[in-house]
């Protein structure tokens, strides 16, 4: 089960995202967030399955991804 | 049949890239970046891959500054109708391929902006260089120049010129067309602000790709808004790279296809790629030079201010006619004047166009040797 979903902007993002935390160690997957479906449109989410998911968001703003959302479990 | 035509399109494509487009027909047909089902995204990540790529090879800063396209003209059209606004001054150069002319000429045509011409000098970048430094204005907003020839192979001197563009305050657009996949390119060593390139050329890649390298997307407006697959409520189109760039569905199957032929070029090596096709290049000049009858137009090329492009006439042929008797014997050339108006124009070709050769990976030595037999036939026989 995913620890943290982090909601980005485009599939794009989504994939440089995940690349950027798989190269520090985090494990994750991209997934639609269907229950966030309604608030952006189409979009794409990382689902951060291992390590700390606060750690994680962060690396990925240091790294300009654009998150919409995070929405932790 | 012997292909010499490389600088319109590359072929034959490696047997990878073949490969890459059928398993993109038969494992990755859906559409990346738009579902979430395990195909789109298993896709998404193929055309992601692709992009990585493409920016590792090019020097981009980061992987969003690749935005594909469906050709280099496609590339060069976005960033000219995105970025140039009234009153904006453009410097061209005297080689530009109409892919860079004719949307220039139309801008200036509606009174949208002013252009010049740059005289490049073959073999002399500080005469080049004096000659760009008493073109610019207060209001030159753009330089938009081919890295070099698809005609003659003469190629401009890239960084020198981005650095007067830099003290100009002006921006540097580059169409890469012939050169990418050749040449080192670096938009990050190079201050190269725009980078457009075809992906059928010298990246080997299926027709109908193309790609524009930048790490300022942010300066461009729209010239197409639809269907991103992001932020789909919005009505308005997203502002980030690449999406902003990339309205409808891309050439996937393409994009694959490309992927594969930048793999191609990694394994082989983008030096020995040049190098291999220059001295055959070089071989074929050596070899016209000798034989009366035939007209070069440059110096003898050298690597770092030639592509492997060479054009020539033979007495009393015109372009044309001489590539319609080589084609007879199996060999495949360009005739006539090659979009490139200007470039004939310099050389003194308006009234009988030219023959180019332009030669690929896949060319040979005795594809070479046989060449030049077949051309000293047809001189023997006029």
Known sequence: MAQATVIVSSITYAMKGQRILESRGFRSYIDRDVKAYGKYGCGYCIRITSGDPQRAVELLREHQIKIKEVVTN | ?382
């Open chain 2, 1 to 382: 049949m012997i292909y010499f035509d490389n600088a319109a399109t590359t072929f034959p494509k490696p047997p990878s890239v073949v490969a890459a487009v059928q398993e993109a027909m038969t494992c990755y047909g859906a559409n990346p970046g738009r579902s979430g089902h395990k195909i789109s995204v298993q896709t998404a990540r193929r055309v992601y891959g692709c992009r990585e790529k493409l920016a590792a090879l090019m020097g981009a800063p980061d992987v969003e500054n690749v935005a594909f396209t469906l050709n280099c003209t496609h590339a060069i059209n976005l960033c000219l109708k995105g970025l140039l606004r009234d009153g904006d001054h453009v410097i061209i150069s005297d080689m530009e391929h109409n892919s860079i002319l004719r949307p220039i000429h139309t801008l200036s045509q509606r009174g949208v902006i002013d252009y010049d011409v740059l005289e490049i000098c073959e073999g002399d970048d500080e005469e080049t260089l004096r000659r760009l430094e008493g073109l610019f204005r207060p209001n030159t907003r753009l330089i938009a120049m081919t890295h070099g020839s698809n005609v003659f192979g003469i190629m401009t001197p890239i960084r020198a010129i981005s650095q007067l563009a830099r003290e100009h305050g002006a921006l540097l657009l580059v169409d890469a067309a012939q050169s990418a996949g050749v040449a080192p390119l670096n938009v990050t060593e190079m201050g190269i602000d725009f980078l457009c390139m075809p992906g059928h050329k010298s990246l080997y890649g299926p027709s109908g790709t193309g790609a524009i390298v930048t790490a300022r997307g942010e300066l461009l407006s729209t010239i197409v808004e639809g269907g991103t697959g992001s932020l789909s409520l919005e009505y308005s189109q997203p502002d980030f790279m690449p999406d902003k760039l990339e309205s409808g569905t891309v050439n996937t199957t393409g994009i694959l296809g490309l992927s594969a032929g930048l793999d191609f070029i990694q394994s082989v090596g983008l030096e020995n790629i040049y190098r291999h096709e220059l001295d055959l290049t070089c071989a074929i000049y050596d070899g016209l030079s000798r034989m009366p009858g035939v007209k070069l137009y440059t110096a003898r090329p050298v690597m770092g201010r030639n592509l492997p492009v060479l054009a020539f006439n033979l007495e009393g042929l015109s372009g044309e006619e001489t590539c319609a008797k080589l084609d007879e014997v199996g060999f495949c050339l360009r005739g006539g004047f090659h979009c490139s108006p200007l470039a004939h124009k310099k050389m003194g070709t308006l009234d009988c166009g030219a023959a180019r050769l332009s030669l690929g990976y896949f060319n040979d030595s005795k594809q070479a040797e046989r060449f030049l037999r077949e051309i000293s036939k047809i001189i023997g026989n006029s």
